[in-house]
């Protein structure tokens, strides 16, 4: 299926900045409708304690719909508003409304200050069941998906992101394939399953790489080697225990990939 319902995390900060870019990119590469979800941190406490919106989160509000209008120029748009900062309450609402689309924009956390939540993009990945697109903290909205790197294991947050990441890839110039080990027991009875051949069925210019380290050193190698081939989109599967499929750590594949990225990343859960 086509990407046609995007939706993107602003809060009125250059900390949202490359998330929009790149939203706005997919927005005109697919023809898709662009939405803005406008979800920040309320500071004042008597507001929290009100349930209603301080003059500076409106203010904030006016000015990220300002910027977010002028970036979309000539797209179909909308604007949602979440209206109290409550931390927990907003990123509920957060991954609500990210139920309601086909592909979900964020920026990177490390880019992000006070105004939002540091778990926000977590669990946005994590309860979201949508694939999510991470901007890096330096990200223009640059084009994405001719030079890929895919982080692989047999098992369904991996595979949900292999084939979300499909519409992003098509023209795809080189698509490396990085694997730890294949979850399937090969014995006489097993069928010769290759995510590489099921690739090659699409048309896609697939090629295998089987890595040997542990933990966090196949998150590092799947950046590295991001690096080396001059990658614009790393896609990797999510977990809904609060790890990546490619870790056994509870989290820390998560964090250290979003820590970490210098590309954009496709996350699927």
């Known amino acids: 299926m086509s990407i046609k319902d995007i939706l993107?995390?602003?809060?009125g900060d250059a900390s949202t900045k490359p998330g929009l870019a790149l939203a706005v990119a997919q927005a005109r590469r697919f023809g898709a409708r662009l939405t803005?979800?406008?979800a920040r941190n309320e500071l004042s406490v008597p507001a929290l304690m009100?349930?209603?919106?301080s003059e500076a989160l409106l203010a904030a509000?006016?000015?990220?719909?300002?910027a977010f209008e002028a970036a979309a120029e000539g797209l179909e748009t909308r604007w949602w508003q979440i209206d109290h900062g409550g931390a927990e309450d907003m990123i509920a609402e957060a991954v609500f409304c990210s139920h309601y689309v086909d592909l979900v924009v964020l920026s990177q956390p490390a880019s992000q200050g006070v105004h939002v939540p540091p778990t926000l993009v977590q669990r946005v990945i994590l309860d979201a069941g949508r694939p999510v697109l991470v901007a890096p903290?330096?990200?223009?909205?640059?084009p994405i998906g001719r030079k890929v790197v895919i982080g692989w294991r047999s098992g369904k947050q991996s595979t949900r992101a292999l084939h979300d990441c499909l519409p992003l890839i098509?023209?795809?110039k080189e698509l490396l394939v990085v694997y730890r080990r294949d979850l399937v027991k090969k014995d006489s009875t097993t069928p010769p399953v290759s995510i590489i051949d099921h690739l090659l069925a699409h048309g896609l210019p697939a090629?295998?790489?089987?890595?040997?380290?542990e933990d966090l050193g196949v998150m590092d190698t799947l950046l590295s080697r991001a690096y080396d081939v001059d990658a614009d989109l790393l896609v990797i599967g999510g977990h809904a225990g609060k790890a990546l499929s490619f870790?056994?750590?509870?989290?820390?594949g998560t964090r250290h990939i979003l820590a970490h990225m210098g590309l954009p990343v496709l996350f699927s859960c």
């Open 170 to 172: 098509e023209g795809v």
């Open 8 to 11: 993107v995390h602003v809060d």
């Open 137 to 142: 903290t330096d990200g223009k909205g640059e």
């Open 247 to 252: 870790s056994g750590k509870a989290g820390a």
């Open 61 to 66: 509000s006016s000015e990220a719909r300002a």
């Open 207 to 213: 090629v295998g790489e089987r890595v040997m380290t």
């Open 36 to 38: 803005a979800l406008f």
């Open 50 to 53: 009100a349930h209603r919106p």
